[in-house]
Nanobody, 125 residues
Framework: QFQLVESGGGLVQPGGSLRVTCTAS???????FAWFRQAPGKEREAIAC????????NYADSVLGRFFISRDDDKDTVALQMNYLKPEDTAVYYC???????????????????WGQGTQVTVYS
């Protein structure tokens, strides 16, 4: 079980881009990852996932075509590139790791057993 630290959040105007990164304290080989977000007063939402192999990737409809998840096993990092940001993307973004997701990619929190502290992303006009 390793620790996850998110970075790269901040303020951005609508239509802008932001990249958030999740850094693990150990090797991420064969570990699946996902990004979740939670806006004030709303439930946590799974938005992107990538399998441990890196082959399987899924996105929530709310971010499909705008957000892109990637992993760098050499650097033990997982990134989320966010483009064409909207005010409704404002939330705390969390990284999560699932040790049983080497080949699968699931947008459900129950499959993830390590979580970061989150990073705030605010889209304002």
């Amino acid at each position: 079980q390793f620790q996850l630290v998110e970075s790269g959040g901040g303020l951005v105007q609508p239509g802008g881009s932001l990249r958030v990164t999740c850094t693990a304290s150990g090797s991420i080989l064969k570990t699946g990852f996902a990004w979740f977000r939670q806006a004030p007063g709303k439930e946590r939402e799974a938005i992107a996932c990538i399998s441990g192999s890196g082959i399987t990737i899924n996105y929530a409809d709310s971010v499909l075509g705008r957000f892109f998840i990637s992993r760098d096993d050499d650097k033990d990092t997982v990134a989320l590139q966010m483009n064409y940001l909207k005010p409704e993307d404002t939330a705390v973004y969390y990284c999560a790791a699932g040790s049983m997701l080497a080949r699968r990619c699931l947008l459900e929190s129950t499959y993830y057993n390590a979580w970061g502290q989150g990073t705030q992303v605010t889209v304002y006009s």
